[in-house]
């Protein structure tokens, strides 16, 4: 069985997996770009469930398609999170956040990081 057989005979769960650890890893690893955002001073982390919640409704509204953040959005937004701590133990309002899926305007990863960065910014 040669690789392309392979490939066809993944189920869509078992490819959107494998795409999640390879951006996962890029992400951690060797980021393709590291996004910046402002950290407001009146900022506040809602509940994580709550966040994820929030953060996914506004998302949906936005991204139709099936992405790595809706089949593992605990991770991304955990992400967030622990660079928002990072950047306030660095005592900075500059909250760095790696990026492995793409550099593009239009890059679902860095979407949903903005959407989850404007809620616990409360804009």
């Excluded at 139709?64 to 991770?75: E, L, N, R, S």
Aim: include cysteine; glycine fraction near 2%.
């Amino acid at each position: 069985m040669n690789m392309n057989t392979n490939m066809m005979s993944m189920n869509i769960e078992e490819m959107s997996i494998m795409l999640f650890r390879a951006q996962m890893n890029t992400t951690m690893g060797r980021p393709i770009i590291v996004h910046e955002f402002v950290l407001s001073k009146k900022h506040k982390i809602p509940e994580f469930s709550v966040l994820i919640n929030k953060a996914l409704t506004k998302y949906n509204e936005k991204f139709t398609t099936t992405t790595a953040v809706h089949k593992f959005p605990d991770w991304w937004t955990q992400l967030v999170i622990e660079n928002i701590n990072k950047a306030i133990k660095e005592n900075s309002n500059i909250v760095k956040i790696p990026n492995g899926c793409c550099n593009t305007e239009k890059c679902p990863v860095k979407g949903y990081f903005e959407i989850v960065m404007k809620i616990i910014n409360k804009e």
